[in-house]
């Protein structure tokens, strides 16, 4: 598992966003730190669309790299799934691929690469619990088909790649169901099939 999280780990993001909106009390600013991946050579980043989405100003932090400036490219909001446009690709950045998730099944072992809390390039590692078909696991998001995990998922994990153990990215990271607020084992990311058919392949 370290072998392939060192391997990996250079096409993991962090994204910091800042955004505005107007309330009775004026114009208030808001900011949204989340996690990303690299998934095309030209500077292609995908997340969770509600980590950048109506967002003003977005920059992008790949492990031992300046900040990059980065837009909105695409994005589909009842799936929670966003891509990216870098102003330039870090040269010690590496693309992640966009793997398979028809064939992943229940119980096989998985790896999130994130930034839970603003702790950059944390990993967190479990299970398949459960695979969800659209429309069924929340109605924020019904175009979304969803993995249950187990792995260890909190606030700034949301957008990051979920891996299977040969590092190819099966899923992207946007939410999780809790009482508490904290992880409660009940993790889900959508799947790399919907971010395929949904934006990578209509852009």
Same mark, same amino acid.
């Given at each position: 598992l370290g072998d392939t999280y060192r391997r990996v780990?250079?096409?993991?993001?962090?994204?910091r966003a800042r955004g505005?909106?107007?309330t009775e009390d004026g114009i208030v600013g808001f900011k949204e730190v989340g996690s990303g991946v690299l998934?095309?050579?030209?500077?292609?980043?995908?997340?969770?669309?509600?980590?950048?989405?109506?967002?003003?100003?977005?920059? +992008?932090?790949?492990? #031992?790299?300046?900040?990059?400036?980065?837009?909105?490219? *695409?994005?589909?909001?009842?799936?929670? &799934? =966003?891509?990216?446009?870098?102003?330039?690709?870090?040269?010690g950045a590496t693309v992640a691929k966009l793997g398979d998730s028809e064939p992943v099944l229940t119980g096989d072992p998985v790896f999130l690469v994130g930034a839970p809390y603003g702790l950059s390039y944390s990993l967190s590692q479990g299970v398949i619990s459960a695979r969800w078909a659209p429309d069924t696991?929340?109605?924020?998001?019904?175009?979304?088909?969803?993995?249950?995990?187990?792995? +260890?998922?909190?606030? #700034?994990?949301?957008?990051?790649?979920?891996?299977?153990? *040969?590092?190819?990215?099966?899923?992207? &990271? =946007?939410?999780?169901i809790s009482k508490s607020g904290g992880s409660e084992g009940l993790g889900f990311a959508v799947t790399a099939n919907t971010v395929k058919s949904l934006l990578v392949e209509r852009n």
């Open positions: 780990s250079t096409s993991v993001v962090v994204i505005q909106e107007v998934i095309s050579a030209d500077g292609k980043v995908a997340t969770a669309a509600h980590v950048v989405q109506q967002m003003e100003e977005i920059t +992008v932090e790949f492990l #031992g790299e300046e900040p990059v400036a980065a837009r909105v490219y *695409a994005s589909e909001q009842w799936a929670d &799934v =966003s891509i990216l446009q870098l102003a330039v690709v870090p040269r696991v929340t109605k924020e998001f019904p175009l979304a088909e969803f993995f249950q995990t187990d792995a +260890v998922i909190n606030t #700034g994990n949301s957008g990051g790649p979920m891996f299977n153990r *040969a590092g190819d990215v099966i899923g992207i &990271v =946007s939410h999780n």
